[in-house]
């Protein structure tokens, strides 16, 4: 618990994260928002950047929601042996 | 971490490791029948999207991340109810002075709000903090749904 909390201290009573060290992190986030990305200029506004980020966050749980989904039910449909061998297959072929 | 000169890292794990941690997380489930049970279809889907969640936080290292911390942490201590994300402390914002007017940097401070209750753990976390691991995040994130696909892919029927 002690870790913790000197993490934290270290994170808010070390030296003040200077406006330029922000600016980099958001043009860092911007280059990984495909909506962003594509606009390829560097004036979009740091609000607007959290905020394509917060929608892109929302899409990715969903579509972890939706993939869940179908995962259960074909999980739950197909027998163990060609589960496995489709599973490793799949997956060894990405 | 106090150098203002030190590199953000926010390279991930390769697929692989995110792949092999679901795959463990899948043969778990399975162990435990989930799959051929008459299990209610919800607690099935429950089970495997906590099961992506866990196996992404602990692809991308477990607890040496803020946000895959506080996954870990939601997931051990979860019963059949929604947690949400609590404030513990508070929190150091980027405003040097609360402005009345609009400015800009109030309304970034209002989307960064938005963005401490989507990641997890965000609500103890510096701006600065939380846009480092908001990147990370999202990176491990997105390798976790390409796994997932994947799947989906290989398992559906021709």
């Known amino acids: 618990m002690s870790s913790r909390r000197s993490s934290r201290l270290r994170q808010s009573g070390s030296s003040r994260i200077s406006d330029d060290q922000i600016a980099d992190l958001v043009t860092k986030l911007q280059h990984l928002i495909p909506e962003l990305r594509r606009r390829r200029s560097d004036k979009v506004s740091a609000s607007k950047v959290l905020q394509e980020t917060c929608n892109y966050i929302r899409n990715l749980h969903r579509e972890v929601n939706d993939l869940s989904d179908r995962l259960s039910e074909l999980l739950a449909s197909t027998d163990d042996n060609s589960a496995e061998a489709a599973i490793i297959r799949s997956l060894l072929n990405y | ?158």
């Not at chain 2, 997380?25 to 969640?53: G, H, M």
């Not at chain 2, 997931?75 to 800009?104: C, G, H, I, M």
């Open chain 2, 1 to 158: 971490m106090a150098s203002a000169d030190k590199p953000i890292n926010t390279d991930v794990p390769e697929k692989d490791v995110f792949a092999l941690h679901f795959l463990q997380s899948l043969s778990n489930l399975r162990r435990q029948n989930t799959f051929n049970s008459p299990e209610k279809t919800n607690d099935r889907v429950k089970k495997i999207k906590k099961a992506a969640y866990v196996s992404m936080a602990r692809a991308a290292g477990g607890t040496s991340r803020l946000w895959s911390r506080a996954l870990l942490r939601r997931a051990a201590k979860e019963t059949n109810k929604v947690v949400r994300f609590s404030r513990r402390k508070k929190r150091v914002t980027w405003l040097r002075r609360r402005s009345n007017r609009r400015d800009p940097v109030e309304e970034e401070e209002k989307e960064a709000e938005r963005l401490r209750n989507l990641v997890p753990g965000g609500g103890a976390m510096e701006t600065s903090k939380l846009i480092e691991e908001t990147a990370y995040y999202i990176k491990c994130l997105s390798m976790q749904v390409k796994v997932m696909q994947c799947l989906v892919d290989g398992l559906s029927p021709k």
